[in-house]
């Protein structure tokens, strides 16, 4: 399997209150934060796995 396989931050999230995570997870509410992944989805010559 390729790419990054995040199920254990949804196990984590959804099982577990956050005073019982080793690390602390906070928002980070950026402006532009989607523009990455908006310009890779219009991407012309993009390769999808």
């Given at each position: 399997m390729a790419?990054f396989?995040?199920?254990?931050?949804?196990?984590?999230f959804?099982?577990k209150p956050?005073s019982?995570?080793?690390?602390p997870?906070?928002?980070?509410?950026?402006?532009?934060?989607?523009a990455?992944f908006?310009a890779?989805s219009?991407?012309?010559?993009?390769v999808?796995?």
């Amino acid at each position: 399997m390729a790419g990054f396989d995040d199920r254990r931050f949804y196990d984590l999230f959804e099982k577990k209150p956050a005073s019982m995570w080793l690390t602390p997870v906070e928002k980070a509410d950026l402006p532009n934060r989607t523009a990455p992944f908006d310009a890779w989805s219009v991407k012309r010559d993009r390769v999808d796995c």
